[in-house]
Structure formats: structure tokens, C-alpha cells
């Protein structure tokens, strides 16, 4: 048996990093979708409708398993962390319910024309479907974000005394929902669901190329599959330097209002000056290995480096070490090892967008099957940062649900016994890991079968003609 | 940013002196009502989809709701978000409370929202039929869960199953038949519409009966709930069903689909209105909450209730669109 709180906290971490896939696909394919169906409504080439019908079928299918697995996380609110909830119902209840309302019906009700529609609607309204579509993904970030900004950076409340309970009354909206944290979120947020689906595109588009002019394997449609690797690429040009660029400064800011996360993703034990920015450490004992408040490190790391990051330029700035925080700290290890990772793929990814965008200036981006190995292994690597990156920032606040107000242990429902907590999180882990299954053969087979053959497709084509002018026009 | 400051009188007092309470009550009840009516339909055409082995039939059946269920289940979405938000100590409460009962709500959500995606996927029989399967018993099991629910709450019940839920909850299966079957005779034609007719009316005589024995438990069984048993818009409501299922009845005979559709949406929502009527003015029995002890502070309450008068009449008008980009029958090989 599991006790409730430990329960919880691994059903949340579980439902939520499976759930995250299915929007990080949803609200990054949004653009593109919205893209292809402009061209494909403007200049009725084949390509543009097979990219648009291709890619709305792994959309419908994101969207419903993230529709599933979504409706779980709102209500775990109310099953797991009840106290929680009563707590903060009055500030995190509205954005919840302003997503549903806004956001939700928004998508859900386009969606029914964007994918069944085509036929049915003149171009006017189905354009407007897929912008509806498009805009209800990404509003959706945009309350759930505000929420849960508000969580790590809490500000515009007070804390009363409510029908015996304390609970977190609001009382300055405007500072409560344009949370300091909200844009530097919002943007690192959407910016990865971009990146990651342009990951995926540029990996697929090179697996079938690959295949064609590297294997010799004749392969269908080898043009929508170069086209759609150049539109992973150029979107990689565009968000993979971005995404670096604002995580820096979003750290700074995460040092200046959460400094125990900062700690805990640079492992500082005690507050220093001049700390450097370790690539690698590990506790000297092995006993200190499970201990978050090991202090005897071994690392290689840049001399003030994370000094230098935390204060935009000083090597000398003072980093509050974690002994400055009393309590339960965050789990550092997994803090530091996810931090890291997943910057070392931010860096990863700007070098594949400028191998790919170079060796596309220089003519043989189908030749080069190293760039297209690479490409090939990157696929699910977005995916995998946007997890780190979540990891970074939820356990990062740990001890905290709400920053410095309510500790998660405390959030937990009262009365949930272990029995219930161990026989959900048993079914839970059961059901999500089939629902991954089950998403990855669909989303497997619809790759195989292809993009569907309309009027005009290029599957008649020689495949000797790769250049396309469909792919290079934007 | 911070400079801002919101007018003082959104703190001190409802907007124009509503009773904002009582409407966010109300509203919770609507938004939950609009959930079971579209939604249920989507449910009912699930059950009834077990009653059809013809492939081109079952084809019939899910792509008249295909490009609606989406749409529809969000409305239970906006209910948990709209209790959170105006409720949140009940939100907490109830969900907590019936905590194995909202997983297995949860879960019949998933297998019944999966099923018709996964269904379309592979068109060999093996695949179908479980995939047909599961959407049979996603679409049995959660409106009987959800009834379930409905029933605890409105009696404070303290454990999960208890008689009344199950009851109220076949209650609710049959009510989704009953909406499933007028939906479907909208949206289809031929043989396939005149067959649903006799299913119409045993789900309609099921649900009758059911609702009968939960009336007559509530009055000898729950003293407490008497007196709200014969208030005037309890009665009126009760009352009220036993016309529309009359003209649910003479409608469907008389082949005027849209009037018993109608007839199937005005059931529906006296059943979450009888329910809400018995509630009043507690919102949770069990935890001892009133609706005025439950709401939230001024300020947050006069927020949600500008974004609601701005947001839902905008839901209506996607809601308008989408249905009517679909309105009549469904033609063959409609797909995407």
C-alpha cells in the first residue's frame, strides 16, 4: 500500500506526463495546420490538401486522447487534492473553469467542422475552423498557464478564514492572473509545442527520404515527405534558437522568485558567491546518492558560470544555497539531471536546424544520411524536453503546491484512504501506459498508410525530381 | 500592470445586486443539464449501437455523431470547472468524497471517447468488433456512474453504492436511449430510423418507471426531502415529464422528428431540474454546505460571472454552427 500523499503525488506526476504529449502535439501542429489549409484553400495544390489531411488526422487523434486523459487531470483536483482545492478554489477554480468555457468549446466545436467538414462548408468558414481550432489549443495553455504561474509566483491574495478553513482569498486580480511568471511560461511553453512537432516533422520527413534516396527503397509520395521535412526544418531555424534564448532569461527570473529551485536545479548546498555552472556532479559517497542534502560534490563545471547565468553577467553574484530553506527540499537530483538534459537538447536542436538549413542552402539535404540519422534519432526529442522542462518546474517547487503558501502534503484530500489512493494509481499506471501504446500504433499506422492520394498528387511524379517549389516558397 | 486596480464595487457587492449565488447555482445545474442532454445522446446512440450488427448501420451510427461529441463532452468539462470556480469547497467535497465513483466515471469516459477514433482506425472485423464493444460499454457505463453520482449528491450519501444510486443510475441509461433514439431519427433515414422507433419507446417506459420508484423512495424513504417533493417547481417538473414523454411518444409516432428530440431535451432537464429543486438551498448534503455558505467571495464570484455572460452566449453560437454545418440526415461515406 502506497500512503494518499505519496499516492497522489505519483498519480498527478504520472497523469500528467502522459497527458502533456497529446497537447504539446495539439498546440504545435496548430500553426502548421492553419498554414496548409490557408494554402491549400488559396492555391488548390495537391500538396497543400495532402498536408493538411495527413497531418488533421494525427491532430483528431492527438486531440481525443488528450481530451481523455485531460478530463482526469480536473477532476484529480477534486479527488486527490481536495484540501487543496478548497484552499485555492477561489483563484485557481476561475482560470479552470474560463479554459472549459473559452478555450475548449472553442476547439472541440470547430474541430467536429475542421475534420469532418471539408465538404460541407464553403472555404470562408472552414478557414475560420481552423484558426478556431488552432486559437482554442493554444488559449487553453493560456489558463492553464495563468494557473499555474499563480502557483509558482503567487501574488493578489490574502489568506482568510472560511467555514473553519483557511482558505486563499482573492483579492487583487490583475496581480494575481498577470502573474510575473505567466509570459516567460506562455512563451517557453508554446515555443517548445512548435519546436516538438518540428522535431517530429523533420525526423518523419527524413526517415521516408532516407529510405527513398539513401536505401533505394521506392517509396509513395516521396515529395510530401520531403516537404514535410522542409517544413520541420524551417520551423526548427525559427523556434530552436528562441527556445535557448528565453529559457536563459526565464532561469533568471526563476532565481529572482523561486531561489529554492534555482538551488535545486544548480544542486547549490550552501549560499556562495561565485558558483560555478556544473555540466556534471555526483555526490562523493554512495550514501549521499539518495540524500538531497548531500553536500560533497564532485562536478566539472565553468568557473562562476551559474553565478554569471542567475545575475545576466556577474560571475560573483550570491546564490542562496538550499540550507538557507527550512524543511523537505525538492528532490535535487532529478531537478539538476532534467534541468541539464534538457538544455543540452535545446543546444542539440539549434545545431540540427543549422546542419539541416545549411546542407538545404548547399543543395544536398537529401544526400546527407548522417543529417538524416540524426534528424531520424531526434524525433520524440522535443517531446522528451517539454517533459523535462515540466519536471523542472513541478518538482523544481516541491515542497511547495503553492509557493511558500500551501505545502503539496497539506493539499492532499483528507479522508482518501490507502486502499483508494494505491488501487487508482495501479489503475492509472495500467490504463496510461495503454493509452501510450494504443496512441503510438495509431499514430504508427497512419504514418505507414501515408498521405492520401487526391487529384493531381505527386505520386505519379518521377522521383527523380525532388526539388519541389511547395516546400521553399514561404 | 500592477497599478491597475479593479473598480471597488466589484469587491463589495454582486454585480447590480443579482442574487449571484442562486444564478451560479442554477447554472452549474444548466451547464450539467446541457452535458446530459448532448452528450447523452451520444451515450444512447452507444447503447443502441449494440442492438445493430449491420456494419453500414454501425458506419450510420457513428458518423452521426462524429463531428458533435467533442463539443458535447466539453460541457462536462465547463460543469467540474464551473463548481470549481463558484464551489469549490463542494467541488472538493463531492469528488473526494465519491472518489472510486469518479474514476470509474473517468474511466468509462475514456474507453467510450477512444472507441469511435479507435474504431475508424482499421477496418478489419476483429478490431471492430472490440472497438464496438467498448464504445457499448463506455456508453452504458458512464451515464449509469454519472447517475449514480447525481444520486449521492442529492441524498448526501455517505458510501458509494447505495440502492437509489443504482436505480437513478439505470434511470439515466434509459433517459440517454430515449435522447439517443430521437437524435438518431434526425439524423438518419430509411430502415435504420423506422427500427429505433419500438427502442424509443421501451427506454421511454423503463426511464417512467424508474423515476417512479426514485419518487417514491424519496418521499417515504428521506423525510428531509419531502417537503421540497411538493414545492411547486418540483411538482411542476415532475408534472412536466409526464407531458413530454406523451408528446416524446405521439411525436415519434407521427414521424415529426424535431419535436421529439425537443421532447427528449425538455426530459432531460427536468430530471437535473427535479434534482437540483430537491437539492435546494443545501448544495452538499453530506458536507453540510449551503449554496450560500459554499459560494465564494464577491469579487471572484462578479469575475466569473461577467466571463459567463460574455463566454456561454459565444458557446451557443459555435454550438449553432456546428449543427446546422450538419444539420439533416447524414449522407453515405461522409468521413475525413
Do not use: C
Amino acid at each position: 500500500m502506497i500512503d494518499p500523499v505519496t499516492g497522489s503525488r505519483l498519480q498527478f506526476a504520472l497523469t500528467t506526463i502522459v497527458h502533456i504529449i497529446f497537447p504539446v502535439m495539439s498546440m504545435g501542429l496548430a500553426p502548421f495546420l492553419i498554414y496548409f489549409t490557408w494554402k491549400d484553400i488559396r492555391t488548390g495544390k495537391a500538396i497543400y490538401e495532402q498536408l493538411r489531411r495527413f497531418w488533421t488526422r494525427i491532430f483528431a487523434v492527438s486531440f481525443v486522447v488528450g481530451t481523455v486523459t485531460g478530463l482526469v487531470l480536473e477532476f484529480e483536483f477534486g479527488t486527490n487534492f481536495a484540501a487543496f482545492s478548497t484552499t485555492a478554489g477561489e483563484l485557481f477554480g476561475g482560470p479552470l473553469a474560463l479554459e472549459g468555457m473559452m478555450a475548449f468549446m472553442l476547439e472541440a466545436t470547430f474541430l467536429g467542422i475542421f475534420v469532418f467538414g471539408r465538404e460541407r462548408v464553403g472555404n470562408v468558414l472552414y478557414m475560420i475552423s481552423a484558426v478556431a481550432v488552432g486559437l482554442g489549443t493554444w488559449l487553453s495553455a493560456v489558463w492553464i498557464l495563468i494557473a499555474n504561474s499563480w502557483m509558482q509566483t503567487p501574488r493578489g491574495y490574502e489568506l482568510a478564514t472560511e467555514n473553519g478553513q483557511t482558505i486563499v482569498q482573492l483579492v487583487d486580480p490583475v496581480a494575481a492572473y498577470a502573474n510575473p511568471r505567466f509570459p516567460w511560461m506562455f512563451v517557453h511553453m508554446q515555443n517548445a509545442a512548435v519546436e516538438s512537432v518540428a522535431l517530429f516533422m523533420a525526423g518523419l520527413g527524413a526517415y521516408f527520404v532516407f529510405r527513398h534516396y539513401v536505401w533505394g527503397y521506392p517509396v509513395e509520395n516521396v515529395r510530401f515527405w520531403e516537404t514535410t521535412l522542409k517544413f520541420g526544418l524551417v520551423a526548427l531555424l525559427i523556434t530552436a534558437p528562441l527556445q535557448v534564448i528565453h529559457g536563459d532569461l526565464y532561469a533568471q527570473h526563476v532565481f529572482q522568485t523561486q531561489p529554492q529551485k534555482f538551488a535545486a536545479m544548480e544542486a547549490v548546498w550552501e549560499t556562495d558567491s561565485y558558483v560555478p555552472e556544473y555540466i556534471v556532479a555526483f555526490p562523493t559517497s554512495l550514501e549521499d546518492l539518495l540524500n538531497p542534502r548531500a553536500k560533497n560534490i564532485f562536478g566539472i563545471g565553468i568557473p562562476g558560470g551559474a553565478s554569471w547565468l542567475a545575475s545576466h553577467g556577474d560571475p560573483q553574484a550570491t546564490i542562496r544555497g538550499l540550507e538557507e530553506f527550512p524543511g523537505p527540499q525538492p528532490p535535487v537530483a532529478i531537478v539538476f539531471w532534467a534541468f541539464r538534459i534538457m538544455v543540452a537538447l535545446g543546444f542539440w536542436f539549434i545545431l540540427l536546424a543549422v546542419w539541416g538549413g545549411y546542407r538545404w542552402w548547399t543543395g544536398d539535404l537529401l544526400e546527407d544520411d548522417l543529417l538524416h540519422k540524426a534528424l531520424m534519432a531526434s524525433t520524440p526529442l522535443g517531446i522528451l524536453a517539454v517533459e523535462l522542462g515540466w519536471i523542472v518546474t513541478e518538482v523544481g517547487r516541491q515542497p511547495w503546491v503553492i509557493q511558500d503558501v500551501l505545502r503539496t502534503s497539506d493539499g492532499v484530500s483528507p479522508g482518501l484512504t490507502a486502499a483508494e489512493a494505491t488501487a487508482t494509481l495501479a489503475g492509472f499506471a495500467v490504463v496510461y501506459l495503454g493509452l501510450l501504446v494504443l496512441y503510438t500504433y495509431v499514430i504508427v499506422r497512419i504514418i505507414r498508410a501515408g498521405p492520401p492520394d487526391v487529384d493531381g498528387a505527386s505520386r505519379q511524379e518521377s522521383p527523380e525530381t525532388p526539388t519541389s517549389e511547395a516546400g521553399t516558397d514561404d | 500592470m500592477t497599478e491597475l486596480t479593479m473598480p471597488a464595487t466589484l469587491a463589495a457587492e454582486p454585480l447590480f445586486g443579482l442574487p449571484l449565488s442562486d444564478l451560479w447555482f442554477g447554472l452549474v445545474f444548466f451547464i450539467f443539464g446541457m452535458f446530459l442532454f448532448l452528450d447523452g445522446f451520444d451515450f444512447g446512440v452507444g447503447a443502441l449501437f449494440a442492438l445493430r450488427d449491420d456494419a453500414d448501420e454501425r458506419e450510420q451510427l457513428l458518423s452521426a455523431i462524429g463531428p458533435f461529441w467533442d463539443g458535447n463532452e466539453v460541457w462536462l468539462v465547463v460543469f467540474g470547472g464551473t463548481l470549481f470556480a463558484a464551489f469549490p469547497a463542494v467541488y472538493a467535497n463531492l469528488f473526494s468524497r465519491y472518489y472510486l465513483l469518479m474514476f470509474a466515471i473517468l474511466g468509462a469516459l475514456i474507453v467510450r471517447g477512444l472507441a469511435p477514433e479507435m474504431y475508424e482506425q482499421r477496418h478489419d472485423e476483429a478490431w471492430q468488433r472490440w472497438w464496438g464493444r467498448a464504445f457499448v460499454v463506455g456508453s452504458l457505463t458512464a451515464p449509469f456512474f454519472l447517475g449514480m453520482f447525481t444520486a449521492n449528491w442529492l441524498l448526501g450519501a455517505t458510501t458509494i453504492v447505495t440502492l437509489p444510486g443504482v436505480v437513478v443510475g439505470l434511470a439515466v441509461v434509459a433517459l440517454t436511449v430515449v435522447d439517443g433514439v430521437a437524435f438518431l431519427r434526425v439524423k438518419t433515414r430509411g430502415d435504420l430510423r423506422a427500427d429505433l422507433q419500438t427502442d424509443g419507446y421501451r427506454a421511454l417506459g423503463a426511464y417512467l418507471g424508474l423515476i417512479v420508484l426514485t419518487l417514491g423512495y424519496v418521499y417515504a424513504g428521506v423525510p428531509a426531502l419531502r417537503s421540497s417533493l411538493f414545492s411547486v417547481p418540483v411538482a411542476a417538473l415532475v408534472l412536466a415529464t409526464l407531458v413530454l414523454a406523451v408528446v416524446y411518444a405521439v411525436a415519434t409516432k407521427e414521424d415529426r422528428y424535431y419535436v421529439a428530440f425537443g421532447a427528449a431535451a425538455g426530459l432531460v432537464f427536468a430530471l437535473v431540474g427535479i434534482v437540483a429543486g430537491l437539492m435546494y438551498p443545501a448544495i452538499d448534503r453530506a458536507g453540510g454546505l449551503t449554496v450560500e455558505t459554499a459560494i465564494v467571495s464577491t469579487l471572484p464570484l462578479n469575475l466569473m460571472s461577467i466571463g459567463a455572460a460574455i463566454l456561454l452566449p459565444l458557446v451557443f453560437v459555435y454550438f449553432g454552427v456546428l449543427y446546422s454545418a450538419f444539420s439533416g440526415p447524414i449522407e453515405a461515406g461522409e468521413s475525413y
